[in-house]
């Protein structure tokens, strides 16, 4: 099937230019986007076998040492479909995120937070026949960033998500049901639409939780659906 | 009431973070085994092998250094490695199409080793000139960056998107520069006078 894709919703993403979030503003494409449609370049994209992923990548609690990362138990699944409804199978998804007392482990955050000696922050996983995938981590710390003097993300993982081709690429960030920092966070209040930032909002799931052991939260992701071709639109050749 | 399709997962800005998901070796972290991207062509696969290097200059032209900078292309043949490609099964082993850097911590500048791709069939039969799609994402990006790498041997005169752009000059921003045999260097502007054209695709 060489279906062309649905055309992205600008209005309902952040615009590149938010200047409440101040480093978009020197990052922020000032003319109009070309806007072209779906050739073989672009519903195409990278693909992924399990080949390439360990048997821990998801498990961000045990993944960096063996031994267990201190923070909140959680569980982080869901499902990724696309805009008809469809399951994204073999989607790849990465995730990062800092340790419980908000600091990542990384050479440029100088956050005075301690690094947790057994908590990395990474995984990966590929979503299974139905769309579904899961991770299990430690639940991040809020942290303060430079933007104004006492700017603060709420806690958030994350995200980046491979689809079926180059125009479904994503990357973005999961929250937390019940974050008091929503209204003051100034990356998440890039996203115009109140309800378009309810849906990086993972509620909690007490259902998919492991008793005595982990919270859960649901992260359902929806990628661009594509047309079904009643009347043919060939993107390769005549 | 209107026909509700869902809406797609809104967009985050990938913050300056992004290497430790999506090239954790960069961020110092070993517990992998593979890292992803590292290989777009690998060394049996025909092509000529070419180097493409180039930093992101923000509005102020101060070079990112904590961009990570995705790239895909086709093969010698215009054949991409995926399975919607009627000709994708045709492509060699060891070729994946797929490459991923950052800009480097001090210098800014990403590089990737590949091959030059083939001419890609277009629509309506309509050949796409060579190119690289790149996808740039940053801090301080809110949704990341699709744009492409043309070169500048090519007759690009009949290339479909190039000649979409209306403004000749801007044309240019998708050409990288010759800098010796094999060897190309293109610059990404985020804003400014020669901003970048940016897709939409
Ligand atoms: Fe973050």
Redesign the interface.
Known sequence: ??AEY?????R?????L?PD?K?????????P????????????????SHA???G??NDLIL??TGEPAIGERTVVHGRV?D???RPVKGA?L???QANAGGR??????GYLAPLDPNF?????CLTDEDGFYVFRTVKPGAYPFRNYSNSWRMAHI?F?IFG????Q?????MYFEGDPLRDQDP??Q??PDPA??D??VAPLDLNASVPLDSLAYRFD?????RRQTVFEN????? | MPLEYPKETPAQTAGPFVHIGAMPRIAGFTCFDVELGQQIAGPDVPGERIVIEGQILDGTGTPCRDTMVEVWQADDQGRYAHPEDPRGAEVADGFTGFGRAHTDFDTGLFRFETIKPGIVPGRHGRDQAPHVSFWIVARGINIGLHTRMYFPEDNTSTDPVLSMIEQPHRRDTLIAERTADGQYRFDIRLQGDRETVFLDV
């Open positions: 099937m060489t649905f055309q992205r919703d600008r309902w993403h952040p615009p590149a938010t979030y480093t978009s503003v020197a990052r922020s494409p000032s003319l986007l070309l806007s072209i449609e779906n050739s073989l370049s672009e519903i195409t994209g990278p693909t992924f390439a992923l360990g821990l990548d993944n960096f479909t805009e008809t409804g790849l990465e995730v990062w990542y482990r990384h050479v440029k955050d990395g922050g990474c995984g990966r994350h980046s079926a081709g180059l125009t690429r994503l990357i973005t960030q990356i998440a890039t996203i378009a930032l849906r990086l992701i929806v990628l661009r659906g060939k993107l390769e050749g005549a």
